[in-house]
């Protein structure tokens, strides 16, 4: 089982959110409000910690610890585009779909900068 498997049958696990679980969403939380304080990123001008969902949390943690696939990114981002357009939550939609925007620049920019160390990687050798 790999790593995200894991991480996924741990988020199963604690749907029910017992006091572990609660303890580690708020936990996840606050790392984002702390991220949101020291960053510069413009997507988190117009992120609200309080008002992502359970989903939000589970895409950062997973993108925090380096299991993020694209494939899973993805689903999230189709699952939410969708819940989006069908509320008039707009404060709270506005802050996941910054949030969504976010992990998706960061993602594209780390796969660039690997692709740009891969390529000059083989024109080194």
């Known amino acids: 089982m790999g790593s995200e498997e894991k991480l996924d ?3 199963e696990e ?8 609660r303890a580690s969403v708020e936990q996840i939380r606050m790392d984002i409000s702390a991220e949101k304080d020291k960053s510069n990123d413009p997507h988190f001008q117009n992120i609200e910690p309080d008002k ?8 950062w943690d997973k993108y925090r610890k380096g299991v993020l696939s694209e494939k899973y990114f993805f689903d999230y981002y189709q699952k939410l585009l969708g819940g989006i357009e069908k509320t008039n939550e707009e404060i709270k939609a506005d802050s996941r779909r910054n949030f969504a925007a976010l992990i998706l620049n960061k993602t594209i920019a780390e ?15």
């Not at 604690?14 to 679980?21: H, V």
């Not at 992502?52 to 895409?59: A, K, Q, T």
Request: proline share 0%; net charge neutral; charged share 45%.
């Open 111 to 125: 796969d660039a900068k690997r692709k740009l160390e891969e390529r000059e990687h083989r024109k080194a050798a």
């Open 9 to 11: 049958k741990f988020y």
């Open 52 to 59: 992502l969902s359970y989903d939000d949390l589970i895409v």
């Open 14 to 21: 604690k749907q029910g959110l017992d006091d572990t679980a």
